[in-house]
């Protein structure tokens, strides 16, 4: 499974970008899918977590801002960022959990997104 991830950029503060993860596998298997962040000097950080029963889970800093989707069809990922902030600014990588039959875990290349004031 190798995990492409884009739409990264430059946002005015307020402003809103999406992001997206496509597998070059079938995602059903994927469970869960989630998105992180870095920014510079910090450790990475769990923004959203998407699992296959529909529950998600979100970052208390991103809670009401941010949604994470899956289209299966797509086999793709998706961070709806909105109303960013300036402390948004990092980069963000994809993750996927494929638990059985041995759980194993992938990551995306990253995509960086800065939010300026």
């Known amino acids: 499974v190798q995990l492409q991830a884009s739409g990264g950029g430059l946002v005015q503060a307020g402003g809103s970008l999406r992001l997206s993860c496509t597998s070059s596998?079938?995602?059903?298997?994927?469970?869960?899918w989630a998105w992180y962040r870095q920014a510079p000097g910090k450790q990475r950080e769990l923004v959203a977590t998407?699992?296959?029963?529909?529950?998600?889970n979100y970052a208390d800093s991103v809670k009401g801002r941010f949604t994470i989707s899956r289209d299966n069809a797509k086999n793709t990922v998706y961070l709806q960022m909105t109303s960013l902030k300036p402390e948004d600014t990092a980069v963000y990588f994809c993750n996927a959990v494929i638990p059985l039959p041995t759980m194993k875990i992938y990551w995306g290349q990253g995509t960086q997104v800065t939010v300026s004031s």
């Open positions: 596998g079938n995602i059903f298997s994927i469970n869960p």
């Open positions: 998407s699992f296959s029963s529909g529950v998600t």
